[in-house]
């Protein structure tokens, strides 16, 4: 009979989970990437490596500390009930919540791969963009492992600026670099640990632009959607908004989109149509005028 007990105990004993849960037993718990949503959870995006920065949300459980199992892979620190993750080297590792005692709550494994690829986000049909003299633009990579993921996270690419381009300091997300250019030829180098891309510009002087192409269409919601595309011998280029002028106090412009190089180069402009009627939209860009009708 004490044999029996023993035995019975030590089969007991090999069932709980002494000390906390891991991944597969964290029940109603949660992780998932704030910039994502609930649904994007680390099991399923890695993070990019070299010092990339991204925050996991936690749903379902309240902890004390956080604690990585392999800190050269990421470190984790405890923001409330988020947790902001630094990437180290390529690997795995697990993000432990603990409780005050020091006990694990719950867990999850995040992944931390190589950047194999820099993929330049662009509008641009072919060559390389052409940019107005004075623009100001961001310019944004995103991090590809090697079997073609985007990887979680920013803060692991570097940038440099060559030729005519100088920084500029404006709003960015991700991977991204602000700057604007006097006429001439530029370049941007992004890089990583693994990987490297330069993508070419071209910056057109104010006095290149020949021409604005514009055009407009009326939205059944009484908007006007106008399109403007400033010339010049080269081609399309990115830049404006527009100085506009209207031919009635009643068409407001609700908001310009652009220029921005993940787009086509120029801007599109949204106007309020408050009342019936034909409409006159003028538009003056680097010392050129072009005007467009609406009609509500």
Request: aromatic letters at 4%; a negative charge.
């Amino acid at each position: 009979m004490r044999t029996l007990a023993l035995g019975l105990t030590i089969a007991m004993l090999a069932g709980c989970h002494i000390g906390g849960g891991t991944g597969s037993g964290n029940g109603n718990v949660t992780f998932w990437f704030a910039n994502c949503g609930e649904t994007c959870k680390p099991e399923d995006h890695p993070v990019a490596a070299g010092g990339a920065h991204t925050t996991i949300n936690v749903t379902g459980a309240k902890f004390t500390t956080v604690r990585s199992s392999n800190p050269s892979v990421a470190t984790f620190t405890n923001n409330n009930q988020s947790v902001e993750v630094i990437s180290g080297s390529p690997g795995t590792t697990s993000l432990e919540l603990l409780d005050g005692g020091n006990r694990i709550i719950a867990s999850a494994e995040v992944s931390v791969e190589a950047t194999a690829r820099l993929a330049v986000d662009h509008g641009w049909k072919s060559g390389e963009p052409l940019v107005l003299e004075g623009q100001q633009m961001v310019f944004h990579v995103t991090t590809l492992d090697a079997q073609g993921r985007t990887t979680k996270g920013s803060g692991a690419v570097a940038f440099a600026l060559g030729g005519t381009l100088a920084r500029a300091v404006l709003p960015l997300s991700g991977d991204a670099i602000g700057f604007v250019g006097t006429p001439g030829a530029g370049s941007i180098a992004a890089s990583c640990p693994e990987t490297t891309v330069t993508q070419p510009f071209t910056i057109v002087g104010l006095a290149e632009i020949t021409a604005i192409t514009m055009s407009a269409q009326t939205l059944p919601d009484d908007t006007a959607i106008v399109s403007v595309v400033p010339q010049s011998a080269l081609g399309a280029v990115y830049g404006g908004p527009c100085d506009w002028q209207t031919s009635d106090p009643s068409v407001t412009l609700a908001t310009d989109v652009g220029p921005a190089l993940h787009l086509g180069p120029g801007t599109v402009s949204v106007f309020n149509l408050t009342r019936p009627g034909t409409f006159t939209l003028s538009c003056t860009l680097a010392g050129q005028t072009a005007m467009v009708t609406v009609t509500r």
